[in-house]
């Protein structure tokens, strides 16, 4: 990348996204287990789990487009993801141990996340396929795809049966 690049706007907004993201993802690693301990279903708790993991190898994927543009790692407080983390801590809070409410209340918290993971991630992808960073393009690309799996999966708990017993409650 040459230097008229690497000043100009298109730049600075692009590593801005980054470093929100960036901040984002080790904010969603911190609060998912506390989203897994308050979860009443097993399936639920295991999604939860199970996007611990990946969100962590989101975080290791920013480091290497970080890497790949020749920049360092850096987090921005997103102020939204902040926001909807708050959101979820409030639902344990005002639902009920041990309940299906609960976690249809989880879920909706956590779809939220994701579709702010969703839009984030497909923004920056344009960016970067705009400014041919091939590799960014790539990774961020794959991370994309996971949080759309996540998202889907997430549907799928929820109308397969915690809707339902919850509306028994
Ligand atoms: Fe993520
Ligand atoms: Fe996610």
Redesign the pocket.
């Known amino acids: 990348m040459d230097s008229a690049m690497r000043n100009s706007k298109m730049h600075q907004l692009f590593l801005d996204q980054l470093k929100d993201m960036y901040w984002a993802?080790n904010h969603?690693v911190e609060a998912l287990p506390k989203m897994t301990k308050a979860a009443t279903s097993e399936s639920l708790k295991e999604a939860f789990e199970e996007h611990l993991e990946?969100?962590k190898n989101?975080v290791k994927r920013l480091d290497e487009v970080f890497k790949s543009l020749d920049e360092k790692s850096e987090g921005k407080v997103c102020p939204a993801i902040k926001g909807l983390v708050e959101e979820g801590e409030e639902i344990i809070e005002e639902t009920e141990d041990d309940t299906m409410t609960r976690d249809a209340a989880l879920i909706i918290a956590a779809q939220k996340i994701e579709h702010y993971?969703i839009a984030s991630y497909g923004s920056l992808v344009t960016l970067a396929k705009r400014m041919k960073h091939t590799k960014a393009a790539e990774l961020l690309g794959d991370?994309l795809g996971e949080?759309k799996e996540t998202d889907e999966t997430l549907t799928g708990i929820a109308e397969s049966f915690v809707n339902e017993e919850a509306a028994q409650e």
């Open positions: 993802e969603i990946v969100s989101h993971e991370t949080e």
